[in-house]
């Protein structure tokens, strides 16, 4: 019994070990705040990204009714522009990450692209919150190469920064080129300059 103990104990201070010594390549950055903004312009919400040792934490925190109840693709785009909210956030470009050898879904033996995360759940009332873990991406503004520990991770906080986007609809995971997630109805826009 002991020793299941001592074992026990010992896998529990590596696991803290090795998340909390993190990965050399990835600098310390503060966390950075951007608001979700809707189709109409206002402000429904509010993300909050931080850097973790492998990968970047996401909250999101939403108002009440700031979205349609029911499940909501969400993705980061190559630029962090949601100025054109009325054009349905256009500008933010498409998913970071997305190129020929690497296709959209987290089920797709092709995938995932840095820019694919899980689906949001809106409830029919109340303000709403939620978090997701990115492994693929860095908060700062220089691409993460690969090690043995970890994948590439794509900055967030380049030239042009990211947009993190809410869909319509559902992703499914697997389809191209977005997972059927449909219309771009919130877009929080992610830069270098708060």
């Known amino acids: 019994m002991r020793s299941i103990a001592a074992f026990a104990l010992a896998a529990l201070l590596g696991a803290c070990a090795s998340f909390g010594g993190g990965d050399d390549n990835a600098p ?4 950075r705040n951007a608001w979700i903004v809707a189709q109409d312009g206002r402000a429904i919400g509010q993300a909050i990204f931080t850097n973790a040792p492998y990968g970047v934490l ?5 108002s009440n009714g700031a979205l349609p109840p029911g499940w909501h693709g969400l993705h980061l785009h190559t630029r962090g522009d949601c100025s054109d909210f009325a054009a349905g956030f256009q500008a933010s470009g498409g998913h970071l990450g997305m ?4 296709q ?3 089920r797709n033996p092709r995938g995932p692209e ?16 939620a978090e997701f873990f990115s492994p693929y991406t860095v908060l700062g503004a220089e691409r993460v190469p690969a090690t043995a520990r970890n994948t590439a991770r794509e900055a967030l906080l380049d030239d ?7 869909h319509a609809a559902a992703d499914d995971h697997s389809s191209q080129p977005i997972g059927g997630a449909g ?3 919130a877009c929080a826009a992610l830069t270098q300059v708060p």
């Open 28 to 31: 310390p950055a503060p966390p």
């Open 58 to 62: 996401i909250r999101l925190e939403f």
């Open 99 to 102: 190129g020929e050898r690497l």
């Open 104 to 106: 959209h879904g987290l």
């Open 114 to 129: 840095a820019g694919d995360l899980p689906n949001l759940f809106a409830p029919p009332a109340g303000p709403f919150a």
């Open 160 to 166: 042009d920064g990211t947009a993190l986007m809410i």
């Open 183 to 185: 219309a771009r109805i």
